[in-house]
């Protein structure tokens, strides 16, 4: 989808060196902090409460609503409000309640009209194209059968379960080839079960959610990265998961430096390291930044930890032995992971990004 015409490759370069807004939605305003510190998903969510005009409550569309009695009583689990507090999250919600009649529930905490206009190229108009389809997507979901989401624990619970007894195989065993084989078989595993813990996190509070942290990967930081961010703003410049890399690697169409031409090899480096450095920045930001630990610390931050002392106690072996196979598996879990990712659907060229010409947009949200 690159653009062809030769006056806009122009205006578009300008734009993206300028900084003050999006390039193929120049009427939005460039995102608050994108480009500053550790590009988190807290600093994301803050950056966002500057622009969306919430007022330090909840936006949806152009009203201001008051949620804090409803947290507990939110369907979803209360993170999802906690987290998204003073933010416009209209697509959040217009993408995650296909029944009408939430309508009725969002009456009764309105408080006033917002000040500002939103700053999102996507609308929601009820003939418009996201939410025909969003209705024609309610009547399909009836079709499907009660047990089909069954599958989906069971193949979870399945890898979860390999990776214990792999893992610990990976240490008990004293054949080279065993060893090895229960190692790949480890890193796999783990690689998998974050790709399927992450079905999980879309979801309402449930206890698969938490395997995500086996990964040493926060899955509150990735609601806020993936769900919030790149689910609702794929491939513009308010997703998380595309600023996050830059600028080493450069996903959207610009003029770039010499160093993007090696983003392949940059990746190679950099792919077997992130999870490991996902916990280390999250761990940072305890000293960093005031408040960082009351309120985005958790119990399950050490869920990720629980992968040694399991592989130590049930193998036998050193803790140090089991420390460096454990680390091992996670680098390799890593690099699998983000080779899948960076691979997906959702970044291939042909697919808008900013920076493209736009005459019109259908509803990308997903």
Request: charge should be neutral; aromatic fraction near 16%; hydrophobic fraction near 45%.
């Amino acid at each position: 989808m690159a653009p062809k015409n030769v006056e806009y490759i122009e205006i578009a370069h300008r734009r993206a060196a300028e900084k003050k807004t999006h390039v193929s939605f120049p009427q939005l305003k460039y995102p608050s902090l994108r480009d500053e510190g550790l590009r988190d998903p807290v600093q994301w969510l803050i950056g966002k409460s500057m622009d969306d005009g919430a007022e330090g409550l909840w936006r949806v569309h152009n009203g201001i609503y008051n949620f804090n009695d409803f947290l507990e009583k939110h369907p979803g689990g209360a993170e999802w409000l906690e987290l998204s507090k003073g933010t416009d999250i209209t697509e959040a919600f217009e993408s995650h309640h296909l029944n009408s009649s939430v309508n009725k529930v969002l009456e009764k905490y309105y408080v006033r009209e917002a000040k500002t206009p939103r700053n999102s190229p996507f609308t929601f108009e009820d003939d418009g194209f996201y939410r025909t389809l969003k209705r024609a997507v309610v009547e399909e979901l009836k079709k499907v059968p009660k047990h089909i989401p069954s599958y989906a624990d069971m193949i979870i619970d399945g890898l979860f379960a390999t990776l214990l007894i792999s893992s610990a195989v990976s240490c008990w065993a004293n054949d080279y080839w065993v060893v090895m084989s229960a190692y790949l078989i480890a890193s796999l595993s783990l690689a998998w079960v974050t790709v399927a813990a992450h079905n999980y996190i879309h979801r309402k509070t449930n206890w698969r959610m938490y395997l995500f942290n086996l990964s040493l990967w926060s899955y509150r930081d990735f609601r806020v990265s993936h769900a919030l961010s790149h689910h609702l703003y794929p491939n513009t410049l308010m997703d998380l998961e595309v600023s996050g890399f830059e600028p080493l690697v450069i996903w959207n169409p610009r003029k770039k430096p010499v160093h993007a031409k090696f983003a392949f090899l940059i990746e190679q480096i950099t792919f077997p390291f992130l999870f490991v450095l996902n916990f280390l920045k999250r761990l940072i930001l305890n000293f960093l930044r005031e408040g960082f630990f009351t309120e985005h610390y958790r119990w399950h931050d050490g869920v990720g930890f629980t992968l040694p002392v399991w592989m130590w106690l049930v193998s036998g072996c050193s803790f140090y032995e089991a420390a460096v196979m454990w680390l091992w598996i996670v680098c390799t879990a890593s690099y699998i992971f983000f080779s899948i990712g960076s691979n997906a659907a959702h970044h291939h060229p042909d697919i808008f990004k900013d920076g493209d010409q736009v005459r019109f947009v259908f509803f990308f949200i997903y």
